[in-house]
């Protein structure tokens, strides 16, 4: 058996993947959210989201993608996969994602300028084009950063033609340095932090909810230990809950008391240092 079974839940409550349908607004995500659906509805230009590993930058980029009204912006995402990419292949990827076709282009000056037309005709049509580019930690290279530089500059009377959102660990800030003139663009800087204390138990129960998993499954003096074993990072703490799932099935009780959690903290996590 199963602890989806066991628990009588549809799913499991605490994947690590990014499923926007868990989105849980938290005071750190609805501040960032709101602070780049600003920006970028204001056509602001290059703005960084930064925060520590599984703290919810790609599900609250994902989330703000549903968000942005097709109507409205023009949206695309990269996801930067590997560190050796090269900054024509990040030109030609925007340029595709909204909708020029770069394929025939003999040399990067044809592919820049058919994308200033294409902004130029989203600009004339109202449109707000938005490129987030996740994992943006992972472009260490000058060339890529020039690249964006290059994007960044494109203006049509005064007003920027497109919004580059770079998502990304704090490193992604080295990345920034490697091209001053493109950090010095950096219209705002947002920071993503953990979830504080009081909505450990609201996090919980929500993705409890969606899976319909039993809203009592914490004992009310787990939560504590969960946010001392976590510090507030939703990836940990679905880790977490999700092992002590399986230590109470395990265990063959229904319901994950304090003493449980900690010892499946001490044994999940022994791999990971300071948390
Ligand atoms: N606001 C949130 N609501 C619900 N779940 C969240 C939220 N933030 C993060 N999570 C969950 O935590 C996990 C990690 O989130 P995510 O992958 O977005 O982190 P990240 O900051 O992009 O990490 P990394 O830097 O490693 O890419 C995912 O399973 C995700 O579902
Ligand atoms: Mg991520």
Do not use: C
């Given at each position: 058996?199963?602890?989806?079974?066991?628990?009588?839940?549809?799913?499991?409550?605490f994947?690590t993947?990014?499923?926007?349908?868990y989105y849980f607004q938290s005071i750190q995500h609805s501040t960032a959210f709101?602070?780049?659906?600003?920006?970028?509805?204001?056509?602001?230009?290059?703005?960084?989201l930064i925060g520590g590993a599984g703290m919810g930058k790609s599900m609250l980029?994902?989330?703000?993608?549903?968000?942005?009204?097709?109507?409205?912006?023009?949206?695309?995402?990269?996801?930067?996969?590997?560190?050796?990419?090269?900054?024509?292949?990040?030109?030609?990827?925007?340029?595709?994602?909204?909708?020029?076709?770069?394929?025939?282009?003999?040399?990067?000056?044809?592919?820049?300028?058919?994308?200033?037309?294409?902004?130029?005709?989203?600009?004339?049509?109202?449109?707000?084009?938005?490129?987030?580019?996740?994992?943006?930690?992972?472009?260490?290279?000058?060339?890529?950063?020039?690249?964006?530089?290059?994007?960044?500059?494109?203006?049509?009377?005064?007003?920027?033609?497109?919004?580059?959102?770079?998502i990304g660990i704090p490193?992604?800030?080295?990345?920034?340095?490697?091209?001053?003139?493109?950090?010095?663009?950096?219209?705002?800087?947002i920071t993503l932090g953990p979830l504080q204390q009081s909505e450990i138990k609201t996090y919980i129960?929500h993705r409890?909810?969606?899976?319909?998993?039993?809203?009592?499954?914490?004992?009310?003096?787990?939560y504590n230990i969960v946010y001392n074993r976590t510090k507030g990072i939703p990836r940990l703490i679905n880790t977490l809950c999700?092992?002590?799932?399986?230590?109470?099935?395990?265990?063959?009780?229904?319901?994950?008391?304090?003493?449980?959690?900690?010892?499946?903290a001490?044994?999940?996590f022994?791999?990971l240092g300071e948390v």
């Open positions: 058996m199963n602890i989806e079974e066991y628990f009588g839940m549809s799913e499991n409550p994947k993947t990014v499923d926007e349908k709101n602070k780049i659906k600003y920006l970028v509805d204001r056509m602001g230009g290059l703005s960084v980029s994902r989330r703000l993608i549903m968000d942005l009204n097709p109507d409205e912006y023009e949206v695309g995402l990269i996801i930067v996969i590997h560190t050796e990419i090269k900054g024509v292949w990040i030109l030609r990827q925007i340029a595709k994602l909204m909708g020029v076709d770069s394929a025939s282009d003999a040399d990067p000056i044809g592919t820049i300028s058919k994308l200033y037309e294409k902004l130029y005709e989203l600009n004339s049509e109202g449109k707000k084009p938005v490129i987030l580019i996740d994992e943006a930690n992972m472009l260490t290279k000058k060339d890529q950063m020039e690249e964006l530089r290059g994007l960044t500059n494109l203006e049509v009377q005064g007003q920027k033609l497109i919004n580059i959102v770079l490193e992604l800030e080295d990345s920034l340095k490697l091209d001053p003139p493109l950090a010095q663009r950096v219209t705002v800087k129960q409890l909810n969606i899976a319909k998993g039993p809203a009592g499954l914490f004992d009310e003096d787990s999700y092992n002590s799932m399986w230590a109470a099935k395990d265990l063959g009780v229904k319901k994950i008391s304090a003493d449980v959690l900690a010892s499946v001490t044994n999940a022994s791999h």
